[in-house]
Nanobody
Framework: QVQLVESGGGLVQAGGSLRLSCAASGRTFNSYDMGWFRQAPGKERAFVAAISSGGGTTSYADSVKGRFTISRDNAKNTVYLQMNSLKPEDTAVYSC?????????????????WGQGTQVTVSS
């Protein structure tokens, strides 16, 4: 069982930056691949980024590639999402998720554990 708690959301102007954090409980954090997803009002939840258990492999949605960076600190049981050059269309609730490590594609894996989400609002 993994419990996830996100933080770092807020209101920012277009072009600004935010850093989201996701703290995980348990002693087996380094056995999970981690992902960030977002859901905008009236839209389905969408993949944003993911990182393998050891941090050596990452995957990004085309819409955030070059602007967002996912990273993790296994010593702190935390995964991060650095978001730069934010756009109004990035406005959404951002959630982190965990899935047992696997060689399968990070983007299309079913994720088993989810945080409650943190709101990111980008004003124009």
């Amino acid at each position: 069982q993994v419990q996830l708690v996100e933080s770092g959301g807020g209101l920012v102007q277009a072009g600004g930056s935010l850093r989201l954090s996701c703290a995980a409980s348990g002693r087996t954090f380094n056995s999970y691949d981690m992902g960030w997803f977002r859901q905008a009002p009236g839209k389905e939840r969408a993949f944003v980024a993911a990182i393998s258990s050891g941090g050596g492999t990452t995957s990004y949605a085309d819409s955030v590639k070059g602007r967002f960076t996912i990273s993790r600190d296994n010593a702190k049981n935390t995964v991060y999402l650095q978001m730069n050059s934010l756009k109004p269309e990035d406005t959404a609730v951002y959630s982190c998720a965990a899935t047992p490590r696997s060689p399968r594609d990070l983007r299309y894996r079913p994720y088993d554990y989810w945080g409650q989400g943190t709101q990111v609002t980008v004003s124009s």
